[in-house]
């Protein structure tokens, strides 16, 4: 079945740097889009950043934009999530998503805190 089992996050400082890796297994990664989506405390899900299969194009919530890069490896069945310049607003729960809609099967997470 599809298993999905993210990594990377922690407590940092307003301005530091994360970078969140995801596994995939039980699906043909390579065929398919992935996505990562955070919820923050008493807030919906929000889709933040998306790359597609094959030349992996990119795509970005306008609130990460120019911070955070989403990046896959296929060999590896692995999509990663590199946040920089991180602020107290990006605190949430980060899932890494199979395919390009918000609901889409997820891990179980990895909280990211940002706190001076």
């Known amino acids: 079945q599809v298993q999905l089992v993210e990594s990377g996050g922690g407590l940092v400082r307003p301005g530091d740097s994360l970078r969140l890796s995801c596994v995939a297994s039980?699906?043909?990664?390579?065929?398919?889009?992935m996505s990562w989506v955070r919820q923050a405390p008493g807030k919906g899900l929000e889709m933040i950043a998306s790359i597609n299969a094959g030349a992996g194009g990119t795509n970005y919530e306008d609130a990460v934009k120019g911070r955070f890069i989403i990046s896959r490896d296929n060999a590896k069945n692995m999509v990663f999530l590199e946040m920089n310049r991180l602020k107290v607003e990006d605190t949430a729960m980060y899932y890494c998503v199979r395919g390009l809609q918000t609901l889409g099967d997820r891990g179980q997470g990895t909280q990211v805190t940002v706190s001076s």
């Open positions: 039980g699906f043909t990664f390579f065929v398919t889009p």
